[in-house]
Every structure is written in structure tokens, then in C-alpha cells.
């Protein structure tokens, strides 16, 4: 099934939105300009776990109400705003995660949350990763419901697609993860089988991809298979490139919760973490964990990578994403691909 969804962020953002962008950030382009014909914008961000009543509540401020403020101005702006929503949106039900064993965690978002990031201007989340079925098969339902409810598309890996029209372009949107199933970056083939299906049908082919190891010893990109806790996490230099390989014209990649490198490959942006964006409590937010980048991206009506801008974000017990004057989220994004790709510059296409 697919969603088809058109952008509204004009309904949502305003000039008052509008002002805030280009204060702080790395990038080619000092302040975004959505408003060009040439140009497509994706606002994209990293894993969100904004509020967990589970298995002890976690709840932020006021409830969670102001908790995307200093964001809000960014999601709204761009054509298209993404980001990996890392648990079910449910009530109740029964947790299947066995939680006795050593580094695995459960999370429950209250649903009243989801018309909260969709006024943040969030407009597609993947649903491809290790924690929206913390509640099963009845709380993954109603994520969706609760989701659709709030106007907002989502691609998971049971063979979801996000559809959009942005600019008159189609945009597909695809998420895939390292569990089982047809959209698992462990069998890397048939997920690329299909993203060149998606190359024929749609303009633009947004490919979000969810695996690699965890923690702060993850921020270098290894270029080989990754484990976590023994369980393989897939290999994403090589899933990301196949993918570009494939007709992908951007590559969106999460689950290490630090970020990580940007590539340009083939004339294509490929982001091999975008890190923590909006995690309730002091969960992990240590060091390179508690820094949120917020990638803007700017496509031409092929798909092709024009230029980026790293927004930095930082988190802290207790609030929401904060603009960070020190912008240390963009020099570390900076830093790591200057190490991970010496000699090729993020700014330079090609192979």
C-alpha cells in the first residue's frame, strides 16, 4: 500500500519559522530558499523517541509541547521532512522484548505525541527498525493508525512506501533495516532489486536504511559487516553505495545513535548516521550521543545532490533538540567524513 501525501509546509511554517534558518549550520549554502523552482529541500534527522510511558514514564515538560521549538522552523521549511521514529505510538498491550537481557530496552510513545511532530512539520518517518514492534503486531497497527491520523507517511519494512508529489516530481520513499524479511539490508540484493524498480517509477528515490554498531565507539564508518550485541547490523558502505548503484538519489542512515560521516557517491548523498535527534530523559545522550544533527539537503528536479547544510542540534536530560551556538554536531559530521574519505571532499561529485 502507499501513501499519497502532498507537502503542506506552508500551512506550517510561516515567515516567523522562516527566520530562524541559516543561523547556525555547515554547509554550501548559507540560508535555505525552498521556494525555488530548481530545487527540492529534505530536512532530515536521525532517531526520535520523544516520550516513553514504558516501562517507566518518561515524560518530557509540559508534556512534550514545546519540545521541537527551536526545530519546528527547519522541519517546516524544507519540501520534505523526515526522520526514524524509534518505537511504537500505542497504549497499553504487552511488551515482547525480553528485557532481562543486557542492552536491550522497550519504549511506548503515548499517541496523543503524533499530532506533536506532525506540528513540527514532520512529513515521513520509517518505521524499518528494532523497536516499533516492542508492542507487537497490535501496537505496530496502532502506530499506523495513530500516524495516518496525524497526516503523517510513513515506510516500514514489511513493504510500506511513502509517496509524495513535491514540485511536481514524484518521490518515493522506501525504509529498510537488518531484521528479516524482503526490505533487510542483511540480503542487500532484493532491496536493491526493488529501488530499481522504484528508479523507473518515481523522480526522486529517498532510500532510508537503519543497522550498523551503536554507542560511541561506532562514529567511524569500518566499511565491512557491523555486529551489535552479536546480532549483525549489515554492512552500510556497502548497502549505500549498492543503493546509489541502484537509482537511490539519497540515502538516509540511523541506528548507531552517534552521527557519522556524509559521502558523496556517483553524484549522490549518502549520510551514514544522522544520530539522536529526540531522546526522552537522560537516555544515552553522552557525549556524541547528545549531539542532533539536522541534515538539509537540496536535490534538482533528477534527484541529483546540489549541496547540503549541517544543523546543529544538541540534546540534554529532560528537553528537546536546542540550537547549539558551538555547532559542534556539524564540525563532528565535518571531521569524520575528512577521515573516513580523505581526499574527497563532501562537496565534489563523482566517483
Known amino acids: ?12 511554517g510561516g515567515a516567523g519559522c522562516l527566520a530562524v534558518l541559516g543561523l547556525l549550520g555547515r554547509g554550501f549554502f548559507g540560508r535555505p530558499e525552498p521556494d525555488r523552482p530548481a530545487r527540492i529541500s529534505v530536512a532530515a534527522v536521525g532517531d526520535l523517541m520523544p516520550a516513553t510511558d514504558f516501562p517507566a514514564g518518561r515524560l518530557p515538560p509540559d508534556d512534550g509541547r514545546g519540545l521541537f521549538d527551536d526545530a519546528a522552523g527547519y522541519l517546516a521549511a524544507a519540501d520534505l521532512a523526515f526522520g526514524n521514529l524509534e518505537g511504537p505510538v500505542c497504549e ?9 537481557r543486557a542492552g536491550w530496552h522497550a519504549f511506548r510513545i503515548p499517541p496523543r505525541y ?12 520509517s518505521l524499518a527498525n528494532n523497536h516499533v514492534r516492542d508492542f507487537g503486531p497490535a501496537g505496530y497497527e496502532a502506530t499506523r493508525a495513530a500516524l495516518e491520523k496525524a497526516g503523517i507517511g510513513y515506510a516500514d519494512a514489511e513493504g510500506q512506501l511513502a509517496a509524495f508529489r513535491v514540485r511536481g516530481r514524484r518521490v518515493a520513499v522506501a525504509a529498510y533495516y537488518y531484521g528479516g524479511g524482503e526490505r533487510s539490508i542483511l540480503r542487500p540484493e532484493v532491496p536493491w532489486s526493488e529501488i530499481r524498480r522504484l528508479d523507473r517509477d518515481y523522480d526522486i ?23 551489535y550485541l552479536g546480532e549483525a547490523r549489515g554492512d552500510l558502505a556497502a548497502f549505500g553505495r549498492g543503493a546509489v548503484e541502484a537509482g537511490a538519489d539519497l540515502v538516509l542512515m540511523h541506528g548507531p545513535h552517534v552521527p557519522r560521516a556524509l559521502e558523496v557517491y556517483r553524484g549522490r548523498l549518502i549520510a551514514y548516521s544522522l544520530g539522536n535527534f529526540c531522546t526522552t530523559g537522560d537516555f544515552g545522550l553522552d557525549g ?20 547540503h547544510t549541517v544543523y546543529s542540534f544538541r540534546q540534554a536530560p529532560g528537553r528537546g533538540p536546542k540550537l547549539d551556538e558551538t555547532d559542534a554536531a556539524a564540525e563532528l559530521v565535518d571531521r569524520l567524513s575528512r577521515l573516513d574519505f580523505p581526499g574527497r571532499p563532501v562537496s565534489q561529485t563523482g566517483d
Do not use: Q
Open 1 to 12: 500500500m502507499t501513501v499519497l501525501m502532498r507537502r503542506s509546509w506552508l500551512l506550517i
Open 92 to 100: 497499553g498491550g504487552a511488551c515482547l522484548k525480553p528485557l532481562n
Open 114 to 125: 503524533a499530532p506533536r511532530l506532525a506540528a513540527a512539520g514532520f512529513d515521513v518517518f
Open 205 to 227: 528515490v529517498i532510500v532510508s536504511a537503519h543497522g550498523g554498531a551503536e554507542g560511541p565507539a561506532a562514529l567511524r564508518l569500518p566499511f565491512r559487516p557491523e555486529y
Open 288 to 307: 556524541a550521543a547528545g549531539l542532533a544533527p539536522l541534515l538539509w539537503v537540496e536535490l534538482d528536479g533528477r534527484g541529483r545532490y546540489l549541496g
